[in-house]
T-cell receptor
């Protein structure tokens, strides 16, 4: 039982490049979400999904896309990376208890 | 939307002392208040949570109190140990956390041996 798995752990991009952060969970959780963590700002919600085929925007969705074709996977796409997207990204999943289970994070640097 | 403020941003205590971290929230409809602990290089992990129908909850050395009238809640850690050193986040939600948690900015706790 791996929990929430994020790949890659580290990535460096140039401005304008695109990439996808992968997130997979093996706990059959219906709810999945992406947060970004910046110094002094806590964790801010980017996008979330309450089930396969259903996604919605969080607090800071601009510049990011998501899709949820299966219960297990919830990838986060950066369409045209900008230096302001330099951050640590966390994927999380939960069942209906409310407890979020986080992955170990993906550190992204945009030059 | 919801706004959660957390204080202090850093806290240093001696081993065995108590530590208190305080949070305030803005949305009176919030009904779920979890606390997460984040160790270096790891994702946050839930340590305790409280729902709006309860004023206090304890789990061994950790306790959380909630004052809905004043819209603030606090984390209390007693008999602190070096392994309690981490960053702690409070959060609030209107939907038992299933849809969105709004996090505070975090408190870095350092327990001095």
């Amino acid at each position: 039982n791996a929990g929430v798995t994020q790949t890659p752990k580290f990535q460096v991009l140039k401005t304008g490049q695109s990439m996808t952060l992968q997130c997979a969970q093996d706990m059959n959780h219906e709810y999945m979400s992406w947060y970004r963590q910046d110094p002094g700002m806590g964790l801010r919600l980017i996008h979330y999904s309450v089930g396969a085929g259903i996604t919605d925007q969080g607090e800071v969705p601009n510049g990011y896309n998501v899709s949820r074709s299966t219960t297990e996977d919830f990838p986060l796409r950066l369409l045209s990376a900008a230096p302001s997207q330099t951050s640590v990204y966390f994927c999380a999943s939960s069942h209906n208890t409310g407890e979020l289970f986080f992955g170990e994070g993906s550190r992204l640097t945009v030059l | 939307g919801e706004n959660v403020e957390q204080h202090p941003s850093t806290l240093s205590v001696q081993e065995g002392d108590s530590a208190v971290i305080k949070c305030t929230y803005s949305d009176s409809a919030s009904n779920y208040f979890p606390w997460y602990k984040q160790e270096l290089g790891k994702g946050p992990q839930l340590i305790i949570d409280i729902r709006s129908n309860v004023g206090e909850k304890k789990d061994q050395r950790i306790a959380v109190t909630l004052n809905k009238t004043a819209k603030h809640f606090s984390l209390h850690i007693t008999e602190t140990q070096p392994e309690d050193s981490a960053v702690y986040f409070c959060a609030a939600s209107t939907d038992t956390g299933r849809r969105a948690l709004t996090f505070g900015s975090g408190t870095r706790l350092q327990v001095q041996p």
